[in-house]
């Protein structure tokens, strides 16, 4: 008889827990969550996370990912055209459809996926990381010229962005990483499959402090909203499971394999927190709304993904 592999329950399940724990601490115990971004926490596990995933993976795996360039491109159109219609029908239904409710909704809705645990997640839920890295990597250097556009014809307003420096900043935290760590492969590629769950824990580590300090970050906005933080509720639990029902069928459509559609699913319905924050901060600071979308929607993706993650591939609309 085949031994099952010592896998899953402590490494697979115990991050949902270990998240919610972290989001009620957040909330509760905010103060020292200011501290991480002036001491570079944040941006450094950012990286960290990209050297780990690409250190694991062989350079045959991303040229495979690359050589899908449909999935891409659909990724894409979830990311910047779906999710933003969707947030903006989903908003008009429970209430949140004046046109400063859309742009609220517009700060986190027109945001490219996390930088981080879209692909921390498709490795627990087993599906394709190199492909889960391919389309961060694209969809976060492109959200430079996406979410103005996005912003321009769905809300009507113009977003001044330093598209060089943007760019830079994304591709030294997102791409060099990832290129870094298959130049190191060459010394360190059976040291990192020896040592993979080991890495994979210290990924699932960093996320949880990144989820601190962005939760921390939006708590005292979450906090005295009354009757408005019911929207927001309402629309960030219907508009998750939507965007993650529309894009598992999109990808039932096109492609058998359920490694791809859990990459594509997990990357195309998650909404990075960090960039949103900053816009709404330069750009709509007397728009309350903003952040709480935000940090709602937020914290709702990181519960919800991260249980259903281990048996993700079990999914009806996953499964093949």
């Not at 996370?49 to 993976?57: D, E, Q």
């Not at 949880?208 to 509720?233: D, F, P």
Request: with cysteine; aromatic share 6%.
């Amino acid at each position: 008889m085949q031994k099952k592999p010592q896998n899953s329950s402590i490494i697979r399940y115990w991050l949902a827990c270990a998240i919610a724990a972290t989001v009620v601490f957040a909330v509760t115990v905010p103060g020292p969550a200011r501290y991480l971004p002036r001491l570079g926490i944040i941006d450094g596990g950012v990286v960290i996370i990209m050297f780990i995933g690409s250190l694991k993976l062989s350079l045959s795996r991303f040229i495979k990912a690359i050589r899908r360039p449909d999935i891409i491109i659909l990724c894409l159109i979830s990311t910047y055209i779906l999710a933003p219609l969707f947030s903006i029908g989903i908003g008009s239904i429970t209430g949140l459809s004046s046109p400063e409710d859309r742009l609220a909704i517009l700060i986190s809705s027109a945001q490219a996926s996390t930088l981080a645990t879209a692909i921390v997640l498709t490795e627990i839920a087993g599906g394709n990381v190199a492909l889960a890295m391919v389309l961060t990597i694209t969809n976060n250097l492109l959200s430079v010229f996406m979410t103005p556009l996005v912003f321009r014809i769905l809300g009507g307003t113009e977003i001044e962005v330093d598209y060089i420096s943007m760019s830079l900043q994304i591709a030294l935290k997102i791409a060099a990483p990832v290129i870094a760590a298959q130049i190191a492969r060459i010394w360190l590629s059976r040291w990192a499959s020896r040592h993979s769950r080991s890495l994979s824990l210290t990924s699932q580590f960093i996320i949880l402090v990144y989820i601190y300090a962005g939760v921390s970050a939006g708590a005292q906005t979450l906090a005295g909203t009354g009757q408005i933080l019911i929207n927001v509720l309402l629309l960030v639990l219907l508009l998750h499971p939507v965007l993650l029902a529309a894009n598992a069928l999109i990808m039932r459509l096109v492609s058998k394999d359920p490694g791809t559609r859990t990459a594509f699913v997990l990357c195309s319905s998650q909404k990075t927190l960090p960039v949103a924050v900053m816009i709404w901060k330069n750009f709509f600071p007397a728009l309350p709304l903003g952040p709480l979308v935000a940090v709602g929607y937020h914290m709702l993706q990181l519960i919800v993904d991260s249980i259903i993650a281990p048996g993700f591939r079990r999914l009806p609309l996953i499964r093949n």
